[in-house]
T-cell receptor
Framework: KQEVTQIPAALSVPEGENLVLNCSFT??????LQWFRQDPGKGLTSLLL?????REQTSGRLNASLDKSSGRSTLYIAASQPGDSATYLC????????????FGGGTRLMVKP | DAGVTQSPTHLIKTRGQQVTLRCSPK?????VSWYQQALGQGPQFIFQ???????QRGNFPDRFSGHQFPNYSSELNVNALLLGDSALYLC????FGTGSEAFFGQGTRLTVV
């Protein structure tokens, strides 16, 4: 059974810092990994989708890497801003079939002005 | 493109009652998945619908059922509501098959009293 863990559970940083969020998964036979952002009480916004054949994806100040062999992914946020404050979730396919997702518990990020 | 839309936004029900939540997928998507997210946790997969059939199911009791209509929209029904069913219910749409990106709606907040 696939399990996903995110560390740290919560993070508070001053504005402008570069930061790294971690995601680990137990079954390395995944075909993609997706990072999401969730604002309080809201739905999920897709940030980045990394296919198993890729090692990283970039979107603006966000960069996500994937190391299947070690069962790890990182989300790098450059020059953090107060507007980046949210919960960040990573997800991998539920049972490596179809596109149902297994999520980590999320990292709650607070960027202080 | 309106994206994934869910209704209602908020709902309060009494224990033992039944509830129906609705989801319209993103244009061009044919697959709908439902998730339950308890406060402070990552979303948990309930089930997925494609071609009007339930294709995959997570670890949820039969009180949770669903339906998909010919226009790809979907309903989630929960019978005999328990206090523990209080959560944010999220709908995700995608194109059927592995590797496709999932897009989420804003969620329905269900409170059972």
């Amino acid at each position: 059974k696939q399990e996903v863990t995110q560390i740290p559970a919560a993070l508070s940083v001053p504005e402008g810092e570069n930061l790294v969020l971690n995601c680990s998964f137990t079954d390395s036979a995944i075909y993609n990994l997706q990072w999401f952002r969730q604002d309080p009480g809201k739905g999920l916004t897709s940030l980045l989708l990394i296919q198993s054949s890729q090692r990283e994806q970039t979107s603006g100040r966000l960069n996500a890497s994937l190391d299947k062999s070690s069962g790890r992914s990182t989300l790098y946020i450059a020059a953090s801003q107060p507007g980046d404050s949210a919960t960040y979730l990573c997800a991998v396919p539920y049972n490596n079939a179809g596109n149902m997702l297994t999520f980590g518990g999320g990292t709650r990020l607070m960027v202080k002005p | 493109d309106a994206g994934v839309t869910q209704s209602p936004t908020h709902l309060i029900k009494t224990r033992g009652q039944q509830v129906t939540l609705r989801c319209s997928p993103k244009s061009g998507h044919d697959t709908v998945s439902w998730y339950q997210q308890a406060l402070g946790q990552g979303p948990q997969f309930i089930f997925q619908y494609y071609e009007e059939e339930e294709r995959q199911r997570g670890n949820f009791p039969d009180r949770f059922s669903g339906h998909q209509f010919p226009n790809y929209s979907s309903e989630l029904n929960v019978n005999a509501l328990l206090l523990g069913d209080s959560a944010l219910y999220l709908c995700a749409s995608s194109q059927f098959g592995t590797g496709s990106e999932a897009f989420f709606g804003q969620g329905t907040r269900l409170t059972v009293v």
